[in-house]
């Protein structure tokens, strides 16, 4: 029996990347998990591949900048389940026009509701669900640029996730009176599919020393898994050759 058995995982931006290797990874610890994304195919395979081990996973695609489609959701997670216990809010997108010389307001737009936005939305509509079972767990997929402002993933996506962060603090501020407990994941450069939407491409071999899609989903399964007395407020998690730090050493020594 796994840690996680009898609780319900709501994933979103489950599809691929991190979103996909933390549903897999919650439901190898017995988790239910619902897998959320925008298209319906990729979510179907990640589904296959948690059933093919004996996992068990339902799929609902929505739009999750819309308030209206995360509404739905909750509810028919709440009239099949019950209940929602962990909540792994991951989708997230940025743009290739993404400085602001470049920057319109429908690109600032799609960001910021893309990554902020719709994780709003999600907590908002679990928080309820939680309440009423005195617990859960709500874990924020944020990114360095939530702690450090970063022109290279572009202002519209450094304070997208900046809200993030204060997002999940607000909610310990105020939740944990109710036994829910949020943490915000801020990873440095993970080799998944938003990379293609750099502006510089990234080469097989750079996203090979990368942190991996596995290496973060096993962190938020290890979150989802800690006792109800823990929390874990806030996690960095990046990899050994951090491309930051090694350009900083090359021009230390020009």
């Not at 996909?20 to 439901?27: D, E, G, K, S």
């Not at 339902?58 to 739009?63: E, G, H, R, S, T």
Request: proline share 5%; charged share 20%.
């Amino acid at each position: 029996m796994g840690a996680l058995t009898g609780k319900v995982a709501w994933v979103t931006g489950a599809g691929s990347g991190i979103g996909q290797a933390a549903a897999i990874a919650l439901a190898k610890e017995g988790a239910q998990v619902v897998l959320t994304g925008r298209r319906r195919e990729p979510l179907e395979a990640t589904a296959a591949t948690i059933k093919a081990t004996g996992g068990k996973a339902l799929v609902k695609p929505a739009d999750l900048m819309k308030a209206a489609a995360v509404t739905r959701i909750a509810a028919d997670i709440d009239k099949k389940f019950g209940r929602c216990d962990i909540l792994v809010n991951n989708a997230g997108l940025n743009i290739l026009e993404r400085s602001w010389k470049q920057l319109s307001p429908a690109g600032a737009e799609q960001v910021i509701d893309g990554n902020l936005s719709s994780a709003f939305y999600c907590t908002t509509a679990v928080l309820p669900l939680m309440r009423r079972h005195k617990g859960g767990v709500l874990i924020h997929t944020s990114s360095m640029a939530g702690r450090q402002a970063s022109l290279l993933s572009g202002p519209a996506y450094s304070a997208a996730k900046h809200g993030v962060v204060a997002m999940s603090h607000t909610i310990n501020m105020e939740e944990c009176v109710n036994g829910i407990r949020s943490c915000v994941v801020c990873p440095g450069e993970v080799a998944t599919p938003i990379l293609d939407k750099r502006p510089v491409p990234v080469t097989k071999e750079e996203r090979a020393r990368m942190a991996q899609s596995a290496d973060v989903g096993d962190l938020i399964r290890y979150i989802a898994c800690l006792p109800p007395h823990i929390v874990i407020n806030e996690v960095m998690i990046n990899p050994t050759w951090n491309r930051g730090y090694v350009a900083n050493l090359q021009r230390g020594k020009s």
